[in-house]
């Protein structure tokens, strides 16, 4: 049941990907509009994650696991309905407040129901590979209820198994609590939203505005400062929503890096890829969700293998093993030609998925097996925000460094030359605003318009997956250096 519930969640933080070209032409959504449709999502389920996880700790697991279904339920009907792109990320927003809710209380409720050692272990896996099977999924089924019904369908999905999972989890989930619950942090709850909000809206706005502009340079210098505030107001508050101590548990630590890290280039790489398959190679949004599935199948497979191989040659191996397989997925995209077709994509999508089992569940296990009972709650909250946190700057970097390259150059080729400026200035925003503004230019002018558009996107995918590339070697090196090299030694 907590593994349904889980699967949905992932669902939504990827279901949205193939519907955004729809959002544009049904609610006039500008390029930054998209982006903070999906992190609005991430922002809020990554920032309030480890709040809710004192909740949890201290309110009882089951209870707060189900005020977030609730929560998330509820919200997911208010999206579905949004008449306007501002309901629609509010909608979002409140929908990542349910995820924050549900993520850490599932964790934990795993860590109190099943024992130390090879049940926990599985039970683990089956969490990780929940959770990660409905991000690769989200798209296919978006894709699916796309060819079907309006934009709206893939919210409301999240009704009926919102509400069977409420039921069974009333008589299914047993409750717990922590031995030593700690008060909730408000401030610390609000210095941390804040301090992510003020750097996601310095990457986002960065190309549009200029990098270096006074506007994104300020929202870069308050988050600093927001997050320096965040880290002192933890050392020196009396009841922090984390604990700064929790970080000398090595398996831990290494455990959120790694997983930040992984998500970062997961859906990074899968925001890209999407795209890539819709406006490039011009399938559409049914089309796309097919062509997704290996990814999720390859998931499906290396997140219990996973499961099965950490505790026996250790998270070191297993996790660096995953984030080279992200890495090659993220260099086979990057280096797409405008000649190439499906099966290049399909070889970074089997990369991905497999890359993404072993890095989400290897790092699970090792954050909760490393932790005492007293701090499996918020333990469970840092993977948890990690993974949130990680998915939202992956998507507001690969998106920025591809919008930024895409448009400059969009504008240097002979073909733009043809399109008025201020059309041109809106094709610049997105490859889907490219194609609809060549429909309207006369017949050949048109064709070679939208080919140069296409040209321009796969330009600005080399830099984004660069950057997708980076981030998981440097993740490589850190699971080989820090991450633990023998299995976590069990504790009664």
């Excluded at 050392?235 to 604990?243: D, F, N, Q």
Aim: proline share 5%.
């Amino acid at each position: 049941m907590l593994g349904v519930s889980l699967f949905v969640v992932g669902l939504d933080t990827t279901v949205l990907n193939v519907a955004l070209p729809t959002l544009v032409s049904e609610l006039g959504a500008s390029t930054s509009q998209l982006q903070w449709i999906v992190d609005s999502y991430l922002l809020m389920a990554g920032s309030l994650v480890l709040f809710c996880g004192s909740l949890a700790d201290r309110l009882g697991r089951k209870w707060v696991f189900m005020a977030g279904l609730g929560l998330f339920t509820a919200a997911s009907v208010a999206a579905a309905y949004a008449g306007s792109v501002t309901t629609l990320i509010v909608a979002r927003g409140v929908m990542g407040i349910g995820e924050a809710l549900i993520m850490p209380a599932t964790l934990a409720v795993i860590g109190n129901v099943f024992p130390r050692g090879a049940e926990r272990t599985k039970a683990i896996g089956i969490w990780s590979a929940a959770v990660g099977a409905g991000t690769v999924v989200g798209p296919m089924v978006g894709g699916w209820l796309l060819s079907h019904f309006w934009w709206g369908s893939v919210f409301l999905i999240n009704l009926p198994i919102g509400i069977a999972g409420l039921v069974a989890a009333a008589y299914l989930v047993p409750n717990s609590l922590s031995a030593t619950p700690r008060r909730p942090d408000v401030p610390g709850a609000l210095l941390s939203m804040a301090a992510v909000a003020s750097v996601l809206w310095g990457v986002i706005e960065g190309p549009a505005k200029g990098w270096t502009s006074p506007a994104v340079l300020t929202a870069f210098g308050v988050g600093a400062l927001l997050l320096a505030a965040f880290v002192a107001h933890q050392r020196t508050g009396a009841a922090p929503m984390l604990p700064l101590r929790i970080f000398r548990h090595r398996a831990l630590a290494a455990g959120d890096v790694l997983a930040l890290l992984g998500a970062f280039a997961l859906i990074g790489t899968l925001f890209i890829a999407v795209q890539y398959l819709q406006f490039v190679l011009g399938y559409d949004a049914g089309e796309t969700g097919l062509r997704l599935g290996p990814a999720a199948v390859t998931l499906l497979i290396a997140g219990p293998l996973a499961g099965v191989l950490a505790p026996r040659i250790g998270v070191r191996v297993v996790s660096a093993t995953g984030l080279a397989l992200l890495l090659g997925a993220a260099v086979v995209l990057g280096t797409t030609t405008p000649s190439d077709g499906y099966p290049r994509v399909l070889m970074s999508l089997l990369l991905l998925g497999a890359g993404a089992g072993f890095v989400i569940t290897s790092t699970s296990d090792a954050i909760v097996g490393s932790l005492p009972e007293a701090d499996l709650g918020i333990g469970s909250a840092t993977n948890s925000a990690s993974i949130q946190l990680g998915s939202a700057i992956g998507v507001a970097v690969t998106g920025s460094l591809l919008s930024d390259r895409y448009a400059a150059a969009l504008a240097d080729t002979p073909e733009a030359r043809a399109v008025l400026a201020d059309a041109l200035a809106s094709a610049g925003e997105s490859l889907g605003t490219a194609l609809a503004t060549a429909q309207h230019l006369p017949a050949e002018a048109g064709r070679a318009f939208a080919e140069a558009a296409r040209r321009a996107f796969i330009d600005g995918m080399t830099p984004a997956m660069a950057a997708a590339a980076a981030v998981t070697a440097l993740g490589v090196a850190v699971a080989l250096l820090f991450a633990p090299r023998k299995p976590t030694p069990e504790k009664d």
